[in-house]
Nanobody, 122 residues
Framework: VQLQAFGGGLVQAGDSLRLSCTAS????????MAWFRQAPGKEREFVAG????????YYRDSVKGRFTISRDNANNAVYLRMNSLKLEDTAVYYC????????????????WGQGTQVTVSS
């Protein structure tokens, strides 16, 4: 499956953004999806994940209550709604897919999008 992430940008602290990731190539609904992010000088980290049906979602603690992951299997897309953005949310955000289970580990994902930059300013 090929993934393409977009929707990033430069925003101020407290603002909102919605990232989108579209998929092509194989049956999207069969994949678990996740968003990761990587800040300069830091390792890539799990942000949020959603299972193939959309029935289960997972978040890292620092984004719980602010970020919402969702998917639209009919349109082969997964979204990350980010509210109340903080300076520490600044990173390149990547979408990823696997067909096993939602994991927080980078190594568990076979497919990756190219990343979209989110910059939060004060």
């Amino acid at each position: 499956v090929q993934l393409q992430a977009f929707g990033g940008g430069l925003v101020q602290a407290g603002d909102s953004l919605r990232l989108s990731c579209t998929a092509s190539g194989r049956t999207f609904s069969g994949y678990n999806m996740a968003w990761f992010r990587q800040a300069p000088g830091k390792e890539r980290e799990f942000v949020a994940g959603i299972n193939w049906s959309g029935g289960s979602t997972y978040y890292r603690d620092s984004v719980k209550g602010r970020f919402t992951i969702s998917r639209d299997n009919a349109n082969n897309a997964v979204y990350l709604r980010m509210n109340s953005l903080k300076l520490e949310d600044t990173a390149v955000y990547y979408c990823a897919a696997n067909n096993d289970y939602v994991s927080e580990l980078v190594s568990e994902y076979e497919y990756w999008g190219q990343g979209t930059q989110v910059t939060v300013s004060s």
